[in-house]
């Protein structure tokens, strides 16, 4: 699933080819993916983009009138960019906004429909789709942690919460706990004031670190391999091979639709998380699907 990063990505590339520009059509190939009625997509037609924004792992394109098309593309949905009035051939093809000097095209992987269009109206209509977790960036050190230790949960679902922090998932809350040498497993009202510390930096670093680098390549091209598995990761995605701090074997844990990746050596004191007391404490601390996850919303 694309994440803070590769949103920024997206944003960077899309802002010189949408920004100011009129959208003049969008097409619509699946039915599924429109997931408000009123307003009505069309009334986004002959509209000019008047602004872009992230919201948790959203897309909002702001539009004259103070209409706002919100795209989460979830797991296997991708955006890219073709020439104008590209057609949508094949079941891949969920959408197609057109500009004047190209189109914009949705696709979505495999058999499920994730990914989903909102269409709002205003600020009230957008702050309606986001969790309502805090930007990572942006945040200090107390206000990061009393974000993260309001209830006692696992780190690695209080990374990923949306109701939480903005915009982090499996992949890069993977390659925060390597950088700050923490269990995945490690509980946020138990942590050291040290081991606060090392998380902040650690979250920011490499948020950062891959913010910039990704964003520096969308503006050479626009992102078209998008993808939650880089070479120059640290832990996520290399289960098996060699940490590249350590050079211990990466481990990973499995649960429902989740796997978290860590380094034993580097983050658990040698400790393999593998137990059944592993499944228990998962199955009580993390959603059973990523649906579930990303439907989670502040009280």
Not at 241 to 261: M, Q, S
Request: charged share 25%; glycine share 8%; with cysteine.
């Amino acid at each position: 699933m694309p994440e803070l990063p590769d949103i920024a990505a997206y944003l960077v590339a899309l802002e010189p080819r949408v920004l100011h520009q009129k959208l003049e059509r969008v097409r619509v190939a699946s039915p599924f993916l429109i997931r408000t009625l009123a307003p009505a997509v069309t009334e986004a037609q002959g509209l000019t983009v008047t602004g872009l924004r992230r919201i948790g792992k959203k897309i909002a394109f702001g539009l004259e009138g103070e209409l706002w098309l919100v795209l989460h593309l979830m797991i296997a949905g991708r955006l890219h960019w073709r020439p104008a009035n590209t057609a949508l051939k094949g079941r891949q093809y969920l959408a197609a906004f057109d500009f004047p000097f190209g189109s914009l095209t949705l696709t979505e992987a495999g058999s499920k429909r994730r990914a989903s269009l909102h269409v709002v109206r205003g600020e009230e209509g957008l702050e309606a789709l986001d969790p309502g977790g805090i930007d990572v960036l942006s945040s200090d050190p107390p206000a990061f942690r009393a974000a993260l230790s309001a209830e006692n949960h696992t780190l690695k679902r209080a990374l990923t919460d949306p109701r939480v922090l903005s915009g982090i998932g499996n992949a890069y809350s993977d390659e925060i706990l390597h950088a700050a040498g923490l269990s995945p497993l490690a509980q946020t009202q138990k942590l050291k004031p040290e081991e606060w510390d090392r998380l902040y930096l650690a979250t920011q670093a490499t948020l950062q670190l891959w913010v910039s680098r990704l964003s520096a390549e969308a503006r050479v091209a626009f992102p078209e391999k998008v993808t939650a598995f880089r070479e120059d990761m640290a832990a996520h995605g290399r289960y098996g091979k060699p940490c590249p701090v350590c050079g211990g074997k990466i481990l990973r844990i499995r649960y429902a639709d989740n796997e978290t990746n860590y380094c034993a050596q580097c983050q658990t004191g040698g400790k393999v998380l593998a137990d059944r007391g592993l499944s228990r404490l998962l199955g009580a601390d993390w959603p059973r699907t990523l649906e579930e996850l990303e439907a989670l919303r502040r009280r």
